[in-house]
């Protein structure tokens, strides 16, 4: 698949710093179609209105961020709106909830608007409502109109949750528009912020709208049900939510894990409940299949229980495998990437960096960890950037002369795969095959 030069760019940019692109990934997606249609499969069923949910399992290097960024992309490009999410320790505790909601709408995000696109998302819904308005003949210059928006606003909100919009919402959605109106940009982009679930609001933007406080963690999911049906009254197809990394928690305190992977249950129980939204969860096996992970906790264990026989995987059980690489599947990615490296020089580059100079490469860089393809494809990919890049920049370079692999220093996980450790690193408890008992949270 041929991409612009300017996503070029971007995609290389990336890849000499080791992360995964946030475009251009259809052209050198390789290994994983069958994965990308189960996806696709799942999309349709959020088009259709239903709520749905996929795990994303896979060891390290096995390209799960990778795989959920694609389906961000494919999402987007299908008319959803996304947002992608990474559990962290520090700034995104999973079993705060109003922490992952204020992630989730800060980083919402669309074709025209790619972060931060709540505040872009609803001006396009006030302006469908002044559409219908005017096509059922009112005069948007005419006394009353902007009142018949405001109405409308309150009654989509109301209609589209069943009511369930909290009061503090729909007020804070017909101040922004009522600001708007009046011109008042700054005290608007605040409720907006406010909206997106910031502590840090002024009390003069929250009197206007007449609230108190921040959007806690017990209301937070209300919150999401209002934004979604924004979403959708502003035409996007639905929203899909990426949470990454949730092999992180398993680094946390026992009472922390236990809330979050109950978060996590409560979450997947009411994905149902939420017609148009389609939740991607990625994590390690590790996190998925040992005690101090999901199989500590029963009634999530039991709801996304991932089954194999023998070499044969449902791809539509809730868990969705990936493979690790091999050599040919990292050489066809060598080779795409080759093919749209955004360079004057194509002949150079093609006589220059041969199939044969590639496997050489793949072979230089596994050499490192044992031989194992499957943990080296940051490494091998930052390696075969720097390659072409020197090409690009030096006539009279040539890498099957000149070229010596030195490996970058490696990342902890990577040291951790070279040792045969897992790749989250975590001391273990005398208690980790207790497990965990099932609780009720608050949102």
């Given at each position: 698949m041929a991409i612009g030069k300017r996503e070029a760019v971007r995609v290389f940019q990336a890849l000499r710093s080791g992360t995964v692109p946030d475009c251009g990934l259809d052209a050198f997606a390789v290994g994983i179609e069958r994965q990308r249609a189960e996806i696709g499969r799942l999309l349709d069923m959020a088009e259709a209105g239903d709520g749905v949910f996929k795990c994303l399992r896979g060891g390290y290097g096995c390209g799960k961020t990778f795989t959920a960024r694609l389906a961000v992309l494919d999402a987007q490009a299908r008319g959803f709106a996304t947002s992608f999410v990474v559990v962290s320790d520090n700034d995104l505790r999973f079993h705060n909830f109003n922490e992952v909601y204020q992630k989730v709408v800060s980083e919402l995000g669309t074709t025209a608007c790619p972060r931060g696109a709540l505040g872009d998302v609803i001006d396009r819904w006030i302006g469908r409502i002044e559409e219908s308005l005017i096509e059922l003949g009112d005069?948007?210059?005419?006394?009353?109109?902007?009142e018949k928006v405001r109405a409308k606003l309150e009654e989509q909100l109301g209609a589209l949750t069943g009511g369930r919009a909290p009061e503090d919402m729909v007020r804070v959605v017909r101040t922004i528009f009522d600001l708007k109106q009046k011109g008042d940009l700054a005290d608007a982009g605040s409720l907006i912020?406010?909206?997106?679930?910031?502590?840090?609001v002024g009390a003069s933007a929250k009197k206007k709208a007449e609230i108190k406080g921040d959007i806690g963690s017990k209301d937070a999911l209300a919150y999401l049900r209002g934004i979604l049906e924004i979403v959708k009254a502003a035409e996007y197809k639905g929203l899909v939510i990426v949470v990454d990394e949730l092999e992180t928690v398993?680094?946390?305190?026992?009472?922390?894990r236990g809330k979050s992977l109950n978060g996590l249950r409560q979450i997947i129980d009411a994905a149902k409940d939420f017609p148009g939204l389609f939740w991607v969860f990625t994590g390690t096996p590790d996190f998925f299949d040992s005690r101090r992970g999901v199989a500590g906790l029963e009634p999530l264990f039991d709801r996304v229980r991932f089954e194999k026989q023998g070499k044969f995987v449902n791809l539509r059980q809730p868990q969705l495998e990936l493979t690790p690489f091999d050599r040919d599947r990292l050489r066809e990615v060598a080779l795409k990437l080759r093919e749209i490296f955004p360079s004057e020089y194509r002949a150079r580059i093609e006589s220059r960096i041969t199939a044969e100079f590639i496997d050489r490469l793949v072979g230089d860089v596994s050499k490192g960890f044992g031989g194992d393809v499957g943990i080296v494809p940051r490494q091998f990919l930052r390696s075969f950037t720097s390659v072409l890049d020197l090409v690009d920049q030096y006539e009279e370079y040539n890498p099957a002369v000149d070229y010596g692999f030195e490996a970058d220093a490696r990342s902890p996980e990577e040291e951790r795969a070279k040792a045969g450790r897992k790749p989250i690193e975590y001391e273990p408890e005398p208690d980790d095959n207790d497990g965990y008992p099932e609780a009720k949270l608050a949102w």
């Open positions: 005069d948007p210059d005419a006394d009353g109109f902007d912020s406010w909206l997106s679930g910031s502590a840090n398993l680094r946390a305190r026992k009472d922390t």
